[in-house]
């Protein structure tokens, strides 16, 4: 073998052994790194990683002149058939037009047309993009690229407004029990049937929730015996999906005197009146019940969130049903089957005889309301008894119609509250919206906010702003106006070397040009081309690329590995894999 060949064949045999490794081989940590770097591919292949394929080394820095990856790139080459020498022709590059990369002749050196023109009107939320063009010569796989664009909202994203949207307040109005503090929502139900006869009854909306000093009554989730009976439980206070309180449970005979004075628990009759009308909305909760009965049916809760048990004041088997069937209906029922062992709940009416109390002093829940012990009137808003009730600290009666409270001032459905005062709604009906007004105007129906300090208002469903200015979102990302430009809904990043655009998700830039990746890396095109998604060597000063992981160069020629290995091919042929002398 010739000494000049025999140096060819170490080298080949050198390159064959790195890119052959096999995983087994690659470095492994149990500490996360930013790369994995190739020196021999001059490449870093950006992470978080843990372990790199053969030849890569764990690091937290990319040596200057390195080219960056993305994270996850195969580094790995594909295998082509033996013996076949490969043509770089491929570049992996499409035709080129505007926003394309032009196609490359052998080697993959190619020329790119315009990146696109940019679509930038009145828009808004800016990105930055940091591109770095350094070239490399050295050994391999490396490119100046401008990296990819990194999207940050501008500051108009992060405005703070002085005049905040203050939340609407509750309507319902509520009583609070003196024996214990506890508070119940409220409401008064009216129906008319066939204008034959009418309901105009005051229920609470919650379930009872009082103990008696903590002796009676029981709360779902603190067992499944009656060793904590009386006793406060998270399933006492816990509410529905509408926020009605569950409240807790009570044997019979319990009952007496457990609703406020000025309340109390139902009759059977009051029971059924109220439910024979369909038109109204009352609270359907389905705190299930406890049962004591130690052998049928089974000790302990039952029925949770799909059924409730409510007790009348006509007898000590006689009961409300609430439940929904199969059909998802809503039924009620009157049932009579109830016994000593059964914890129901129960649910208190306003007492036509007995008026409560607001700090000693009898008011009347019809026409008045108690909060911290002072009595408001006026309860009701509309000028009849049956009109809906409403909170009178919150809210304002004017005119018959009910405002709602803002500091001095007092607004409708269609206005709203704001630390500064009262403002209309932007938009109509449920599409209505509020904002604040110190950074948003309303235009068109639609809140518009400020762009930073500036005079300009962009709406972010469809533009974002860049310092002071106003951009369209290009397919509803933010770019940077001053390094990017969006076309055909794509944004492209300004190259540093020129004045063409590239997408770097696919492309990066190279000198003057913009090249398609291969296989999602870059690579240096002046010494090396792609084929099949896979990064192939210049041979020599030719036109022919080589994989090294399955060919080797000779002089301009390339040859396939024999059995892995390079050989003298002047004076050698291969075959099945073995090199032989011909005869």
């Not at 430009?485 to 492309?507: D, G, L, R, W």
């Amino acid at each position: 073998m010739k000494l000049s060949n025999f140096f060819v064949f170490i080298a080949a045999v050198s390159v064959a052994f790195i890119y052959s490794c096999s995983s087994s081989d690659s470095e492994q940590s149990s500490t996360e790194y930013a790369y994995c770097v190739f020196k021999e591919m001059n490449l870093c292949s950006y992470g978080p990683f843990t372990t790199c394929q053969s030849g890569g080394i764990l690091s937290n820095d990319c040596p200057a002149g390195m080219v960056g990856a993305s994270s996850g790139s195969e580094v790995g080459v594909s295998s082509s058939s033996e013996g076949g020498a490969s043509s770089g022709s491929e570049g992996g590059v499409s035709s080129g037009s505007e926003g394309e990369v032009s196609s490359s002749g052998e080697g993959g050196a190619s020329s790119s047309g315009e990146g696109g023109a940019s679509s930038s009107s009145e828009s808004g939320a800016s990105s930055s993009s940091e591109s770095g063009a350094s070239s490399s010569s050295e050994g391999g796989v490396s490119s100046s690229s401008s990296s990819a664009a990194v999207i940050q909202l501008s500051s108009s994203s992060a405005l703070v407004g002085t005049c905040p949207v203050i939340p609407e307040p509750a309507s319902e109005v509520y009583f609070v029990d003196p024996r214990d503090s506890k508070s119940y929502k409220y409401k008064r139900y009216y129906a008319t049937f066939l204008s034959i006869k009418t309901y105009n009854r005051i229920w609470m909306i919650d379930n009872l929730n009082h103990s008696k000093g903590g002796t009676v009554g029981y709360c779902y989730g603190t067992g499944d015996d009656l060793g904590t009976r009386g006793a406060d439980g998270p399933g006492c206070n816990a509410k529905n999906s509408k926020g009605e309180l569950f409240g807790r449970t009570y044997r019979h005979s319990e009952i007496e005197n457990i609703c406020p004075e000025g309340w109390e628990v139902p009759t059977k009759e009051e029971w059924e009146d109220f439910l024979s009308y369909s038109s109204l909305q009352y609270s359907r909760i389905y705190a299930g019940n406890y049962n004591a009965n130690t052998d049928w049916p089974p000790l302990g809760w039952k029925a949770r969130g799909t059924e409730g048990f409510y007790w009348t004041n006509s007898g000590s088997n006689i009961f409300a049903y609430l439940y929904i069937n199969n059909n998802l209906e809503y039924i009620s029922q009157m049932k009579t089957n109830a016994t000593s062992n059964d914890f129901f709940s129960v649910r208190c009416i306003a007492s036509k005889t007995v008026k409560p109390k607001c700090n000693g002093i009898e008011y009347d829940l019809e026409t008045q309301f108690c909060h911290n012990g002072v009595i408001y009137n006026e309860s009701y808003c509309g000028g009849a008894t049956y009109s809906p009730l409403y909170n009178p600290v919150t809210h304002e009666c004017f005119n018959n119609y009910r405002y709602t409270k803002c500091g001095d001032a007092k607004y409708d459905e269609y206005q709203f509250c704001t630390s500064c005062g009262v403002y209309s709604k932007c938009g109509y009906g449920s599409y209505a919206q509020t904002y604040d007004p110190s950074i948003q105007k309303c235009e068109s129906n639609t809140v518009l906010t400020r762009c930073g300090t500036g005079e300009n208002y962009h709406d972010p469903e469809t533009h974002f702003c860049y310092e002071n200015d106003a951009y369209l979102l290009c397919n509803g990302n933010a770019f940077n106006p001053q390094t990017q430009k969006c076309q055909y809904n794509t944004v492209y990043t300004k190259c540093e070397t020129s004045e063409k655009y590239h997408i770097p998700a696919t492309q990066f830039c190279f000198g003057n040009n913009v090249y398609s990746k291969c296989g999602g890396l870059e690579y240096n095109p002046d010494t090396h081309g792609c084929s099949s998604n896979t990064i192939t060597t210049r041979c020599g000063t030719g036109t022919n690329f080589y994989n090294p992981a399955t060919q080797f160069c000779v002089g301009n020629g390339v040859h396939s590995l024999c059995g892995g290995f390079t050989y003298d091919v002047e004076n050698y042929y291969c075959f099945g894999g073995t090199e032989v002398r011909p005869l």
